[in-house]
C-alpha cells in the first residue's frame, strides 16, 4: 500500500513560520521520540542569530484534512566548496555547532508518507539546491530512516556518517545511581562536596526568573571563557550572536519551564555554572563553566553532581551528555551512542560531483577525470586532500 499523499507547504520566512506554531506543538505532542531541538522556541531563537547567510525553507506536510502530519525545517546555503559553489540544504538549526538531534517530527503511522512527499519535493525543487546535508539526525528516527531508503531505491549518491553522543541513563533514586558509579567515583563524589562545604560557604542556585537571567548568563560566560583561556582555548561565547541566542533561547525556555540553569556560588561569588534544559524526562548539558583559580576545590564537579541528584529526585531519566565522547564522562556512567549525517545529491551533478570528491578517495578520482574539465578536476583534488588532512 502506497504512502497516503500529503500537501506540501513551504515557509521562507520567521513570520510565515509563526503561523505554524500552534500545529507544530501539537505534532511535538504526539511525537514519542521529540527533543527540544525540533521545538520552534529552539529553532526559531536559533534562527535569530545565526540565519543569516540562509534562506529559509521549513516544509510543512499535510494530510487530506489539514492536519500537520510532519515537519522538515529546512535552510539553504549557498556557499563556496573549494572550486564549486554549491547551494547545501540543511536542517535549521545546523552550521553554528550548538544543535543536536535534529529531525522530521512525523504523526504516527505517516512517516513513510512523509519521507516520500520530502523525496518528491526535493525533486520538484532540484534547481534549488546541489547538495542535501542532513546532520545529528537521531539514530532512530524513522522519516530519517524512511528517507534514506528511498534514496538508495532512487539511485541517488549518498553517504552516511555517524557523530559520537555520550549519555547517562539515570534510575529512580539517587541511591541506586551511586551504585551504579565505581567505588573510586562514589566516594569523591561524597569527599568533594563536604570538604567545599567544610571549608566554605557554599550556595546552590537555579535562575528562575527573566530578571535574573541577564546576570546569570554573564557569570556563565565570563566563567567558561576564563577556563577555556586558560587552557589556551577560544571558548564558545567570543561570538555575539550565541550570547545573544542563549539570552533570547533562555527566556523561551525559561516561559516554558524548561530551564535548568544551576549556579554554585562559594563566599558569595559565584564559581561553576551549568546550563541545560529539561524536555520530558530528559536533561540535556550545553554548556559549562568553572573559576580555574578554584580547580583544586573541584567546584564544577561539585555542581554536577548537586544537579544531578536533584534531577533523579525530580523524575529525570536521561542526562544527555549530546556530541562528543570523553572518558570523563563515562566515569559519571554515560554510555556511548550516535547520530546519523545524511548527505545526498542527485546523479550527475555537481552536488554528486563534491560530495564523491570529498568520500572517495579511490575509485571516485575516475569518476571525476571522466566527468570534469582538467582544471576543475585539479582543483577539486586539492579541496580531497585537504578536507581528509592530507595538507
Not at 310 to 327: F, H, N, T
Amino acid at each position: 500500500m502506497s504512502p497516503q499523499p500529503l500537501t506540501i507547504r513551504v515557509y521562507e520566512d520567521l513570520a510565515s513560520l509563526e503561523t505554524l506554531r500552534e500545529s507544530w506543538v501539537e505534532l511535538l505532542n504526539r511525537f514519542e521520540s521529540a527533543t527540544i531541538f525540533s521545538t520552534p522556541e529552539w529553532l526559531m531563537s536559533w534562527w535569530r542569530e545565526f540565519g543569516g547567510g540562509r534562506q529559509l525553507h521549513a516544509t510543512g506536510f499535510f494530510d487530506a484534512g489539514g492536519q500537520l502530519a510532519g515537519l522538515a525545517s529546512l535552510a539553504l546555503l549557498r556557499e563556496s566548496r573549494g572550486p564549486l559553489t554549491l547551494n547545501a540544504m540543511q536542517m535549521m538549526g545546523d552550521g553554528s555547532g550548538d544543535s543536536d538531534n535534529l529531525d522530521f517530527p512525523a504523526r504516527s503511522g505517516c512517516e513513510d508518507a512523509v519521507a516520500a512527499a520530502l523525496l518528491d519535493h526535493l525533486k520538484s525543487e532540484q534547481k534549488l539546491w546541489d547538495v542535501c546535508e542532513f546532520n545529528t539526525l537521531p539514530a532512530d528516527s524513522p522519516v530519517a530512516r524512511s528517507l534514506r531508503n528511498l534514496i538508495e531505491h532512487a539511485g541517488w549518491i549518498h553517504y552516511t556518517t555517524e557523530t559520537m553522543t555520550q549519555a547517562i541513563e539515570l534510575p529512580g533514586t539517587w541511591a541506586e545511581y551511586l551504585a551504579g558509579l565505581s567505588a573510586n567515583e562514589r566516594e569523591k563524589v561524597g569527599r568533594r562536596a563536604r570538604k567545599l562545604a567544610k571549608t566554605h560557604r557554599v550556595r546552590y542556585y537555579m535562575c528562575e526568573s527573566e530578571s535574573d537571567l541577564a546576570g546569570c548568563l554573564r557569570v556563565l560566560f565570563d566563567l567558561h571563557q576564563k577556563r577555556w583561556t586558560s587552557a589556551g582555548g577560544p571558548g564558545s561565547f567570543g561570538s555575539a550572536e550565541r550570547r545573544q541566542f542563549y539570552a533570547g533561547m533562555g527566556k523561551a525556555f525559561l516561559d516554558r519551564g524548561w530551564l535548568e540553569f544551576w549556579l554554585l556560588d562559594v563566599d558569595g561569588t559565584p564559581v561553576a555554572a551549568q546550563f541545560g534544559f529539561r524536555y520530558r524526562q530528559t536533561f540535556f548539558i550545553l554548556q559549562e563553566g568553572f573559576e580555574p583559580a578554584l580547580s583544586a576545590e573541584s567546584v564544577g564537579y561539585v555542581l554536577r553532581s548537586h544537579v544531578m541528584k536533584y534531577l533523579i529526585e525530580s523524575g529525570v531519566r536521561r542526562y544527555d551528555y549530546m556530541a562528543g565522547q570523553e572518558p570523563a564522562k563515562a566515569r559519571w556512567g554515560a554510555c556511548p551512542g550516535h547520530y546519523v549525517n545524511l548527505q545526498f545529491a542527485r546523479p550527475r551533478s555537481a552536488g554528486g560531483v563534491y560530495l564523491q570528491a570529498v568520500h572517495e578517495a579511490g575509485a571516485g578520482k575516475e569518476y571525476l577525470r571522466e566527468h570534469l574539465p582538467q582544471p576543475v578536476w585539479d582543483l577539486l583534488h586539492k579541496v580531497n586532500r585537504k578536507l581528509r588532512g592530507g595538507g
